[in-house]
């Protein structure tokens, strides 16, 4: 099992800036991908950002420029660096992952973290 720990969350105003955090532990190994995801009210989760092992990244295209995924893999961490935030960034945001393990891939969420972005 895989546990993720989201942090970084909380209320900011428009044009700030917060970054988030992920913490993963319990099975690591295996881990081939993390990646951000967030909920707003009323709307289905979607994908903000992935990161591969190998640091490979991918971002809906909307968010490019203004957020940015990194890892440390020594600390088992993912982050988003989310710049110049709108209303409309206002969400849970997930943490996730995906692990190969025993030729079957295993998905991971964490408790996700509130951010709202208001004035």
């Known amino acids: 099992q895989v546990q993720l720990v989201e942090s970084g969350g909380g209320l900011v105003q428009p044009g700030g800036s917060l970054r988030l955090s992920c913490i993963a532990s319990?099975?690591?190994?295996?881990?081939?991908?993390m990646g951000w995801y967030r909920q707003a009210p009323g709307k289905q989760r979607e994908l903000v950002a992935t990161?591969?092992?190998?640091?490979?990244?991918n971002y809906t295209d909307s968010l490019k420029g203004r957020f940015t995924i990194s890892r440390d893999n020594a600390k088992n961490t993912v982050y988003l660096q989310m710049n110049s935030l709108k209303p409309e960034d206002t969400a849970v945001y997930y943490c996730?992952?995906?692990?190969?393990?025993?030729?079957?891939?295993?998905?991971?969420w964490g408790q996700g973290t509130q951010v709202t972005v208001s004035s």
């Open positions: 990161i591969t092992s190998l640091s490979s990244t």
């Open positions: 996730n992952a995906k692990r190969w393990f025993e030729s079957k891939v295993s998905i991971y």
């Open positions: 319990g099975s690591v190994s295996g881990i081939y991908v």
